[in-house]
């Protein structure tokens, strides 16, 4: 297969059935879809659609109930736990709409804590992660604590965090979700302009419709099935 047109992220048949005493929620039923490099997909769908749950699935923490993910070629659904965490670590960025900053570090401890695990040592990973808060603009609030941050800066550094080892996937649930609507916007333009300038891939569940205009590719999900799948080409829809 030519690498170049081979997906980012395949997924097939996925299903996720939740089971909590006699309920049964079935999260995602079926789902296939293929995502390539450098693309910037959005996912959109009301509050229970399973969005959560397949950015879940398809960051690996979470199990598959039956289907199959496959990131960059490498089918992550099959793997144990250290595979993936190793896996995930490597190629795979978070950022989580109630940002999840570790409460006792600082912007800078946080920022740099990805790439701890991936063996840089201690100088050099400072040095890249006040790099990287410069780029977000919190050159004033390195030595910040997250309680002394507000929403928007936390969101920033949470976005310092999730580029500073540039994986080549990056995965945001609703990242401006608790943010005003001045705020979403510089957020949202500096996900993407950094997702642009590395040519990574970047899948978001987003309730902001303005994202549209950034996407190449708009996912719908209602009730755990994917009912619209656009790519889009300068500005144009093409059905995939
Ligand atoms: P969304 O992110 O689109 O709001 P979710 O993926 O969080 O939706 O949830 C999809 C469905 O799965 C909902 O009905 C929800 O109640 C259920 N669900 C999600 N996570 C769990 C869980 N850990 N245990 C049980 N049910 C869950
Ligand atoms: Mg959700």
Redesign the pocket.
Known sequence: MNHKIRPMIRVRNLS?T???GE?K????KGISLDIFQGEICCIF????????????LLAGM?RPTSGEVWIRGRRISQMNEEELAVFRQKYIGFIFQSYHLFPFMTAVENTAMPLMFQGVPRKKREEIAVQMLKKVGLSHRLMHYPWQMSGGQQQRAGIARAFASRPEVIFA??PTGNLDSKTTKEIMEMITGFARGYHQTIVM?THDPEMEQYAHRVIR?VD?VIVGNERRFQGKKEET
Do not use: C, F, M, Q
């Open positions: 996720k939740y089971v909590v309920e929620a079935e999260a995602l769908g009301t509050s229970g659609s399973g969005k959560s749950t397949l950015l879940n979470e649930d609703e569940v999900l755990g």
